[in-house]
């Protein structure tokens, strides 16, 4: 998705001579490659520029690992100074999904479970939302060191569907490890949806930390409603239109980018 005021990685960044209002680090929901958050944002509001790192499917867990030097040279680069008055984040929903991750949340045989609770192995999703908590505030402080005053925006996905249905075929987000772990039917939309509520209450804490600086909690969760998936994590090129113009563009014109450039 090439546009002239986002740029994808650092590397873009600097050739194209960046000098963004804003900077993001995130998962698919930033680089999804028909349509994103990010490249809804860029379009909607062309004064503002906004340099990403990260890349599909990234888990908040390898912000500091994986994509630890991407993310270095991007605050490195970029995050000091006046003009950058936001960073996005986009993670969590990829440490949660999928036939490595899910089934950790779950019981082995869940196929006698009559409600949500009894799903849950012992401790979760407690214990993996703990983890994702960490890493957020990890990264928040890292990048509080090069920019202590901008606004940190944060998000909780939305209410997918276990469809099996991935991005060319078949995907194992959901549905193979729901399977897998023989949950009933009645309770798999809500097996997903409970963790995103919960994801927004921690955020929701987190914005409540005066130690992480202003950090805003953007409850995305709810918006689409069931309608405007793609495929099991990813909606519509007009699901990302709904969530940018009920929630973050309401977001973002609340917070001071500084006189466009």
């Known amino acids: 998705m090439s546009m002239s005021n986002l740029f994808y990685g650092p590397q873009d960044g600097l050739t194209r001579g960046a000098s963004p209002t804003m900077l993001a680090v995130g998962d698919s929901w930033f680089w999804y490659p028909f349509n994103n958050l990010l490249g809804e944002i860029a379009r909607r509001r062309p004064q503002q520029s906004i340099v990403v790192a990260g890349y599909n499917g990234a888990e908040a867990g390898e912000w ?15 995050a000091r100074g006046p003009l950058v008055r936001v960073l996005l984040l986009s993670g969590g929903g990829n440490d949660i999904v999928g036939t490595q991750n899910f089934p950790r949340l779950l019981k082995a045989n869940c196929s006698a479970c009559n409600q949500l609770a009894d799903c849950y192995a012992a401790g979760q999703p407690d214990a993996a939302l703990a983890g994702i908590e960490g890493h ?3 990264l928040i402080a890292r990048f509080r060191g090069y920019n202590p005053g901008s606004v940190v925006v944060l998000h909780n996905y939305d209410k997918a569907w276990p469809t099996g249905d991935g991005v060319f075929g078949p995907a194992d987000w959901l549905k193979a490890p729901t399977d897998g772990c023989q949950v009933p039917q009645e309770l798999r939309a809500d097996l997903f949806a409970d963790p995103v509520d919960r994801l927004g209450l921690l955020q929701e804490r987190m914005a409540g930390d005066p130690g992480l600086g202003c950090v805003l909690a953007v ?10 998936w793609a495929n099991e994590l990813h909606p519509t090129s007009r699901g990302f239109k709904r969530l940018v113009e009920q929630k ?5 014109d609340g917070i001071d980018l500084g006189p466009p450039h």
């Open 248 to 252: 973050f563009l309401p977001t973002l």
């Open 219 to 228: 409850k995305t969760a709810g918006t689409l409603d069931g309608k405007g």
């Open 64 to 78: 500091n690992t994986k994509f630890a030097e991407s993310i270095k040279v991007t605050f490195e680069f970029f």
């Open 136 to 138: 957020y505030g990890t």
